[in-house]
């Protein structure tokens, strides 16, 4: 098999990076096809070497969903398995589509981290506004949004422990999902259609389908963020603002779960059971979320489709204020 890989025309959009110049009908599924086979062949690796490492330090096998019974072991598989996603499709990209896998990072064919660091900046005022505001739609509820089954404070070993696995494993697995629903399965649909909507729709639902069906509000919340993500992905020709955002929340909300005693292992705080209180809240957050990153990145000058592959686009610098 060729090594050569194949950059995308210039004034390619995002969703349309993937169909570059061998593109056959048949490549899309085959390259999904190979990555799925390598996802399931890296989790059962890593799923081998955690339970050995698991048996050597005690740890006992869970039941029913859970792989560890402790639950600090069984968050570090599950955030794990996600994370292998990353190199699965990256891989595919690479030896099937012979395509650079930077294509599926942006339209520049590789990750903008000073854009990055950017959308981090705003995610992160994004997920303090979200949690203050469930906070204030459920304070006379009854019943809370970030409830665990208990109060009490974990102590500060277990919770420094719990926040380096987090710390380590939480943004990987959170990119991981956006390569996938924002990124891979739009450039799928890409390849066959010129509109980039079919692609984001369809990571969407697939995105809150695949954290189960929970309640209405739940996957309402999670559809409606997969839809807002997918479109800044388009608008501003790559992961990054999806990334940022992704990573901010989930990690923001697992550490807040990890101060209490059982918090890790209580099973409500799964994305599909959100209350209506999250939803009503990220039909907020998000648009404003999308409005600034998008301000934004008309200020930064951030490419939207793929430049000349003739040459190497450099990253502009921030205008002045």
Request: aromatic letters at 10%; charged letters at 10%; a neutral charge.
């Amino acid at each position: 098999m060729s090594t050569h890989t194949h950059a995308p025309a210039a004034g390619t959009p995002y969703h349309r990076l993937a169909r570059t110049m061998p593109h056959r009908w048949w490549l899309p599924p085959a390259a999904t096809l190979v990555a799925v086979v390598g996802w399931l062949l890296l989790t059962l690796n890593a799923g081998f070497g955690l339970g050995v490492a698991a048996s050597l330090a005690g740890v006992e096998l869970g039941t029913g969903d859970l792989l560890f019974a402790d639950p600090l072991w069984d968050n570090a598989a599950w955030l794990l398995m996600l994370a292998l996603l990353l190199p699965a499709v990256l891989l595919a990209a690479r030896l099937v589509q012979r395509r650079p896998v930077g294509t599926l990072s942006s339209v520049t064919g590789r990750l903008r981290w000073r854009w990055l660091l950017v959308c981090l900046g705003v995610a992160v005022a994004a997920t303090l506004l979200l949690f203050g505001l469930t906070t204030v739609f459920t304070a006379g509820s009854g019943s809370g949004a970030f409830e665990s089954t208990s109060a009490a404070w974990v102590g500060w070993p277990t919770f420094l422990a719990a926040a380096a696995m987090l710390v380590l494993l939480v943004p990987l697995q959170a990119a991981a999902e956006e390569y996938v629903f924002r990124g891979w399965i739009p450039q799928v649909f890409g390849c066959y259609l010129r509109t980039p909507w079919v692609g984001i729709t369809a990571g969407g639902l697939l995105f809150a389908l695949s954290h189960g069906l929970g309640t209405p509000w739940g996957f309402a919340d999670l559809v409606l963020v997969g839809l807002v993500l997918g479109v800044l992905v388009i608008r501003t020709g790559g992961l990054e603002a999806a990334i940022a955002l992704h990573v901010v929340n989930n990690l923001f909300f697992f550490l807040l779960s990890a101060t209490v005693v059982d918090g890790l292992s209580d099973t409500t705080t799964n994305a599909g059971d959100a209350p209506w209180a999250l939803l009503a809240a990220e039909a907020i957050v998000l648009p404003l979320y999308a409005w600034v990153v998008l301000r934004l990145s008309h200020r930064f000058r951030i490419a939207r489709t793929a430049p000349d592959p003739t040459r190497r686009l450099a990253e502009p610098a921030a205008t002045t204020a």
